[in-house]
């Protein structure tokens, strides 16, 4: 298998393979198996760009009317929790049909909600991996002069259990891991699998009836949402550090509303319009609440404290000994309105929620 890299900063980094590229490898070595007698250690695959790959394939087992094997994923130096699984192909040919029927087995899992990439009740093998399957199966039925079809079963032993570590269970994928893959190729640390995610879970809200978005910073917010908004946490968006997405997101699916529920950590920094909140990409904390309690009346010696603070919870302490805390709040909230209004443009209606655990500062702003 080549080996392709990224740079990330200074740092080169190896990509991977997909789910999707590992299924269509291990269907089309299986086609080969099946029509030229002989199954192939390597596989070329093309990928959605028209770049080719070659992957390695395992586990080859000859049946009556049938040929199985795997490829093991490899998700390169991306932090990728189905690293290692192997995923099985097993095709047969249908010499009376010329259709291509793609199924999952063992470790795959089902689609249980609407909005999703395949229809609920079918196997969570999305789109972009099925036409790679078709068009290599075709590629090779066209080699040897193959004029019927194939039946390829996609399974992945231990996929249960991993899918466990996924997000599959909070947007009702169950019983296993999905098939995935736009572009077949994994980049380490790279957004798009992230926001991929996001966006899958954003439509499948939207055709679940869910016309005000609310948004989840994390578990902090899932806690703050579950003890005292009374919303069912699978009727959030969960976006991470990537708010400004999340809210791009509500737009485009056409919701009436998104409400972003964080703890003041992170939102302060929506008060200075950063839409990224990893600490990577900015800060801005201490500078975001200088500038709110010096518009709240705090004097220049509480002001001076803060740049020396860690936390913007030890931020606080300092406002509130000073007796400028809600004052400064109220004109956080103030910022932060402005700022996710003008995300949307005044497309949607906005609103948010921010609250410490240290101070009773609990902020709703609609």
């Known amino acids: 298998m080549q080996s392709r890299y990224v740079y990330r900063g200074s740092e080169k980094l190896r990509c991977g393979y997909t789910t999707g590229s590992c299924a269509c490898a291990g269907a089309k070595a299986c086609a080969e198996g099946l029509l030229s007698g002989s199954v192939p250690e390597q596989c070329v695959i ?62 795959v899992g089902v689609v249980t909600r609407k909005g999703l990439d395949q229809p609920v009740g079918e196997y969570a093998i999305n789109s972009v991996p099925r036409k790679m399957i078709k068009s290599e199966l075709l590629k090779t039925a066209e080699k040897y002069n193959y004029k019927g079809g194939f039946g390829v079963e996609i399974y992945v032993k231990g996929g249960e259990e991993t899918a466990k570590k996924t997000y599959n269970p ?63 946490l699978e009727k959030t968006l969960k976006c991470s550090n990537f708010v400004g997405d999340a809210l791009d997101m509500a737009v485009e699916y056409k919701f009436k509303s998104a409400t972003v529920v964080g703890h003041i950590g992170k939102m302060a920094k929506l008060g200075a319009g950063i839409m990224n909140t990893h600490s990577s990409v900015a800060d801005g904390r201490m500078e975001v609440i200088i500038t709110c309690g010096l518009l709240a009346g705090a004097d220049r010696e509480t002001l001076l404290k803060i740049p020396e603070c860690v936390t913007v919870d030890s931020a606080l302490d300092i406002l509130e000994s000073a007796g400028v805390l809600q004052e400064t709040v109220q004109v956080l909230s103030e910022r932060i309105n402005y700022h996710i209004s003008q995300r949307v443009k005044g497309t949607i209606e906005t609103g948010a929620v921010f609250f410490s655990y240290k101070h009773d500062i609990v902020k709703y702003i609609i």
């Open 46 to 107: 093309t990928l959605p760009n028209g770049e080719t790959v070659t992957l390695e394939i395992k586990n080859i087992v000859r049946g009556e009317n049938f040929v199985s094997c795997s490829v093991e994923k490899d998700g390169g130096d991306d932090p990728d929790v189905t690293s290692g699984l192997d995923i099985y192909s097993k095709v047969r040919l249908i010499p009376d049909s010329e259709k291509i029927f793609i199924t999952g087995g063992e470790g």
């Open 170 to 232: 909070r947007m009702g994928i169950v019983g296993g891991i999905s098939i995935l893959g736009t572009t077949g190729i994994v980049e380490p640390m790279s957004n798009s699998a992230i926001l991929d995610t996001m966006r899958a879970e954003a439509s499948m809200l939207k055709s679940e009836g869910v016309e005000n978005l609310v948004i989840s910073m994390g578990n902090y917010s899932d806690s703050f949402i579950a003890e005292n908004m009374n919303i069912p």
